[in-house]
């Protein structure tokens, strides 16, 4: 395949403007200018672009959320808050070609009649938000950003915004609330960000990737882009591979590619010469892969019929020698630390599970322990808690646990066990405060 | 690479801050770009943290009453994120990833190396105050595992050898 949001990686300056304009830059925001907002709205929604966060929502019905009549302000977000392990796609984005996310980011502003736009970046991306910083700088020189762009009578604004270090910044409410100044704690939807979201406004929080799909979208076409990859998992996706391979590494392929295409083609196999043992799909928050799952396609439908799903393309390859169970407490640990403590589920669960897996590890295994993290897990999903962070912890260590039983089991066949603690009962006889007595 | 070190005030000379016509500046330059004064927190507390080093309690104060917050608030702003600092850093904050990609590919025998070299565990600093280790969660570079963050530099592909001269660079120059 031809490379698109790529196709800048390995020339020389090919951050500039003035090799994106040689590429046709900017040719996709000029001929959005023509169309009205809602033409462009429909643009989008015919080439069948989905979400390249992680939840896979077509982005132009996302923006067709976005109510016509409010009388604005509306706010266009960028989230560049790349934080799920195992993806590192949006950073090379912005690394090699940052125009394609400005003019992305223009064109999205343009059809959903928003005049501010922010790109909420991680805060450790220090590189790249000057990156970004450098390219809005050159598109208000160039005319494409600020004041009457290109003459077509539409003001728009575009400024970066660092994170703090949080990986619960990155879901979308939680990112409008760290936007406004507050912790990053997610918002109960309804009401969803496209009718309250920044500052109370409608708002469209879109992915980088997602993004800078847009421009090539308006350049070439709504066809072009539904003619690559499958039906409904449209256009060219950028897959981060990471783990045990012999090339780690961001490959940009047609959506519906196979996993093992992906890990024995592109990558050049497991490293060592090892087998493959297991990997996740899409970020650790998406369920484990067995070896013998290899032959699923990479895209959002074919990844849900098999049990687990795309996310944002973080494909984690582990092989033969790893231990599940070091794997899964090395997963919890990331989770435990990440909740943002709103939810019982998700604050207590995640801690439960990290401290369930690492006396696991530690080799004080209990014939419970397994059983216990499912139902931990159990209590966890299928959206109780406010945003998907409690599924997101849940479904990997359930799928790790199942899939790898008999790992599990033989920790504890061989663990010394702890004495079991008998805990005191506190008899309560002083004064109960707040209560008077 | 030329990481820049970090230089902390000391506790008593920001115990009590006065924002100088410098950050006023930069402060009205950031206000314009929200339609709430509030919205500027996370950017301001960013500019403190480059002009003094850390968040001190003095610093807390001083950012919550020009934006009209409550110290209470702001001070819950900062320690809800794990990236600013709420005491001193030493001059070189050593960020190393452990989540799965990193630790799988090398970055849990950085950990151990780490921990040899310089004679101190996470959230420790060395006594001359060059080095501070922290164990950080994904830093989003996963295909260059592992991957340890140098203040605001990130450096990648490492392994004992080339972490080791980074070090030793750093250690050099004073």
Known sequence: MEAVLLRARGLPESRTIATYLAAGGYEGLKKALTMTPDAVTKEVLDSELRGRGGAGFPTGRKWGFVPKDHPGPRYLICNADESEPGTFKDREIIEHDPHQVVEGIAIASYAIRANTAYIYIRGEFVRWARILEEAIEEARKGGFLGKNILGGGFDLDVWVHRGAGAYICGEETALLESLEGKRGFPRLKPPFPAVVGAFGKPTAVNNVETLACVPHIMARGAPWFASIGRPRNTGPKLFCVSGHVNRPGVYELPLGVTFREIIEEHCQGVRGGRKLKAYFPGGTSAPIMTAAEVDVQADFDACAQAGTMLGSGGIIVLDETVDMVEVCATVAHFYAHESCGQCTPCREGADWCMDILDRMVEGHGRPADPETLLRICRFSSNGITICPLGDAYALPISSIVNKFREEFDRRIGTASPLPQKKLPVLPWTGPRPGFGV | ?174
């Open chain 2, 1 to 174: 690479m030329s990481t820049r070190p970090i230089v902390a005030a000391s506790p008593d000379s920001i115990a009590v801050v006065t924002l100088d016509a410098t950050m006023e500046e930069r402060i009205t330059e950031l206000l314009r770009r929200y339609p709430t004064t509030r919205a500027a927190l996370l950017p301001m507390l960013w500019l403190c943290q480059e002009r003094y080093g850390w968040i001190s309690p003095g610093v807390m104060r001083a950012v919550a009453s020009r934006l009209g917050e409550s110290p209470a608030f702001v001070e819950g702003v900062v320690s809800f994120y794990t990236m600013y600092h709420t005491r001193p850093p030493a001059r070189y904050v050593l960020q190393v990833c452990t989540t799965l990609s990193c630790a799988y590919c090398g970055g849990r025998e950085l950990v151990e190396h780490l921990k040899g070299r310089l004679g101190i565990g996470f959230g420790e600093k060395t006594p001359d105050g060059e080095f501070q280790l922290m164990a950080v969660q994904c830093l989003g570079a996963c295909g260059d595992a592992p991957v340890v963050q140098i203040n605001d530099d990130y450096y990648e592909n490492l392994d004992v050898t080339s972490l080791d001269k980074v070090l030793d660079e750093l250690a050099g120059r004073r």
